[in-house]
């Protein structure tokens, strides 16, 4: 049996596609790259923005010939949007085998095993034919693992319908972490991210009953022999406190990249998007950062067009953004989410006037992003190899050298120039 996997958004979602291929790749099945190769598909798709959403569905309705060409196939549909659409996804695509919502990831081994049993006495029969726990599927790449630190989200931002589909945060046990880890870093991995919709509000106590916060948890997983890297995704800025901070500056290990989202320069807009924190307090942590870490880079997420927003708050947002000199940054138009608070008031910035706006805020953005990639160009910077000839330096900026090429191991490299959105280099040290 053949097996693909789609894994549309963030890399939340593309971490939980691995894991929903786990139980099929542990009954033996193979992963293929082509979809009309597979006997199975499954879909990890998001909702965060109406676009993502439509997109999932249109692949779902694409995948009907896929699936009369062969009835016995099977199509699981799972992730965000699933959770949000539930029923009415079977309805609308009754060629759709398996619904599941995000919520329910946890008990996706044993809704997928019910579901599949009766169907599917041979997957059954093959259990125990494979021999590979810790298959390296769904990573990035093997030199960089992704890790589930937590999941969920309690904040309630206005416009965002993470915490409706993904509900309340839940941590993982550190032991469960650090045991992660590990296994990871003993079958090659070198670079360790950790994922949560708010990553750094994990907090939990280990099995002596210590607290542990988000910091702490770095520095263990930092201590984890064969760590070289670690980097985290997505944090909060409410979460950034002195204890990270200074975890940050104080392990080696901890990568000088930190991604702050601060979606709008304008106070009025922050209130309205419910999003518990100002600019001033947005800019306090962000000098707090940079003067304990001089080198690092900070990205962020900007929402432009949300409801009511004048031409006076979007100049803010520019000014903010050129204050903050972020080293790349996603810029999303304002999407009204069904459910939403905020999709309760009419969405009243007319959509030439978004496309201008999005426009004008990418022309900022795309010279800030050239303008750091060409301060690098003759420095030396210290790359992990991730696949051969090609990594990221700390700060997070993708460079590719070419030669020697050894996945797994880190190169001082010396940038020589930049194309689009890649530095290029040749090795310093061999
Ligand atoms: N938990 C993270 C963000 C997760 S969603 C945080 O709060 O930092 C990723 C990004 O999508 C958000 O930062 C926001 O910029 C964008 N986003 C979320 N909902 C949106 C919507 N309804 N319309 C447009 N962009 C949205
Ligand atoms: Fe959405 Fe806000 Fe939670 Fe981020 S913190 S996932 S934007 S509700």
């Given at each position: 049996m053949r097996l693909h996997v789609v894994a549309l958004g963030c890399q939340m979602s593309v971490a939980d596609g691995g894991e929903l291929a786990q139980p099929l790749i542990a009954r033996g099945m193979r992963p293929v790259a082509e979809p009309k190769d597979a006997d199975v598909i499954i879909i990890n798709t998001c909702t965060v923005r109406q676009h993502a959403e439509d997109k999932a569905l249109s692949l779902i309705g694409r995948l009907k010939t896929w699936k009369d060409e062969n009835p016995a196939r099977i199509l699981i549909v799972a992730g965000c949007a699933a959770e949000r659409l539930g029923g009415r996804l079977s309805k609308r695509?009754?060629?759709?085998d398996l619904v599941v919502g995000a919520k329910v990831i946890d008990d996706y081994p044993r809704l997928v095993e019910e579901a599949l049993a009766a169907r599917f006495d041979l997957i059954v029969q093959r259990r125990?034919?494979?021999?590979?726990?810790?298959?390296?599927?769904?990573?990035?790449?093997?030199?960089c693992a992704q890790v589930t630190v937590m999941r969920g989200?309690?904040?309630?931002?206005?416009?965002?319908i993470v915490p409706a589909v993904r509900g309340r945060e839940s941590y993982r046990a550190p032991e469960a972490v650090l045991a992660e880890v590990r296994a990871k870093t003993e079958a090659g991995a070198r670079e360790i991210m950790l994922l949560g919709q708010?990553?750094?509000s994990w907090r939990r106590r280990d099995a002596a009953g210590r607290k542990r916060r988000f910091a702490d948890l770095l520095r263990d997983v930092a201590a984890?022999?064969?760590?070289?890297r670690v980097r985290f995704e997505s944090p909060h800025p409410h979460f950034v406190d002195d204890a990270l901070i200074s975890a940050m500056a104080e392990v080696?290990?901890?990568?000088?990249h930190l991604h702050l989202?601060?979606?709008?320069?304008?106070d009025r807009l922050l209130g309205l998007m419910r999003r518990n924190g100002s600019t001033a307090s947005f800019f306090e942590k962000a000098r707090r950062l940079r003067s304990a870490l001089p080198e690092i880079e900070l990205s962020t997420d900007i929402i432009i067009?949300?409801?009511?927003?004048t031409d006076d708050d979007f100049q803010r947002t520019l000014e903010a953004v050129e204050r903050l000199r972020p080293a790349w940054a996603y810029t999303f138009k304002y999407s009204p989410r069904e459910?939403?608070?905020?999709?309760?008031?009419?969405?009243?910035?007319?959509p030439e006037v978004k496309e201008e706006r999005l426009a004008r805020l990418n022309a900022l953005c795309d010279g800030l992003n050239e303008k750091a990639m060409r301060s690098r160009v003759g420095r030396v910077v210290k790359i992990l190899d991730e696949t051969g000839g090609y990594g990221r330096a700390r700060d997070g900026f993708r460079v590719k050298w070419g030669t020697p090429a050894a996945p797994g191991r880190e190169f001082r490299v010396r940038v020589t120039g930049a194309s689009k959105r890649t530095l290029l280099g040749e090795c310093h040290e061999r």
């Amino acid at each position: 049996m053949r097996l693909h996997v789609v894994a549309l958004g963030c890399q939340m979602s593309v971490a939980d596609g691995g894991e929903l291929a786990q139980p099929l790749i542990a009954r033996g099945m193979r992963p293929v790259a082509e979809p009309k190769d597979a006997d199975v598909i499954i879909i990890n798709t998001c909702t965060v923005r109406q676009h993502a959403e439509d997109k999932a569905l249109s692949l779902i309705g694409r995948l009907k010939t896929w699936k009369d060409e062969n009835p016995a196939r099977i199509l699981i549909v799972a992730g965000c949007a699933a959770e949000r659409l539930g029923g009415r996804l079977s309805k609308r695509f009754p060629h759709v085998d398996l619904v599941v919502g995000a919520k329910v990831i946890d008990d996706y081994p044993r809704l997928v095993e019910e579901a599949l049993a009766a169907r599917f006495d041979l997957i059954v029969q093959r259990r125990g034919n494979f021999a590979a726990p810790g298959v390296p599927f769904g990573w990035t790449s093997p030199v960089c693992a992704q890790v589930t630190v937590m999941r969920g989200c309690n904040f309630s931002c206005s416009y965002c319908i993470v915490p409706a589909v993904r509900g309340r945060e839940s941590y993982r046990a550190p032991e469960a972490v650090l045991a992660e880890v590990r296994a990871k870093t003993e079958a090659g991995a070198r670079e360790i991210m950790l994922l949560g919709q708010t990553v750094n509000s994990w907090r939990r106590r280990d099995a002596a009953g210590r607290k542990r916060r988000f910091a702490d948890l770095l520095r263990d997983v930092a201590a984890v022999p064969g760590v070289l890297r670690v980097r985290f995704e997505s944090p909060h800025p409410h979460f950034v406190d002195d204890a990270l901070i200074s975890a940050m500056a104080e392990v080696p290990q901890v990568c000088g990249h930190l991604h702050l989202p601060l979606q709008s320069g304008s106070d009025r807009l922050l209130g309205l998007m419910r999003r518990n924190g100002s600019t001033a307090s947005f800019f306090e942590k962000a000098r707090r950062l940079r003067s304990a870490l001089p080198e690092i880079e900070l990205s962020t997420d900007i929402i432009i067009g949300f409801p009511s927003e004048t031409d006076d708050d979007f100049q803010r947002t520019l000014e903010a953004v050129e204050r903050l000199r972020p080293a790349w940054a996603y810029t999303f138009k304002y999407s009204p989410r069904e459910g939403t608070e905020a999709a309760g008031r009419p969405d009243d910035v007319p959509p030439e006037v978004k496309e201008e706006r999005l426009a004008r805020l990418n022309a900022l953005c795309d010279g800030l992003n050239e303008k750091a990639m060409r301060s690098r160009v003759g420095r030396v910077v210290k790359i992990l190899d991730e696949t051969g000839g090609y990594g990221r330096a700390r700060d997070g900026f993708r460079v590719k050298w070419g030669t020697p090429a050894a996945p797994g191991r880190e190169f001082r490299v010396r940038v020589t120039g930049a194309s689009k959105r890649t530095l290029l280099g040749e090795c310093h040290e061999r």
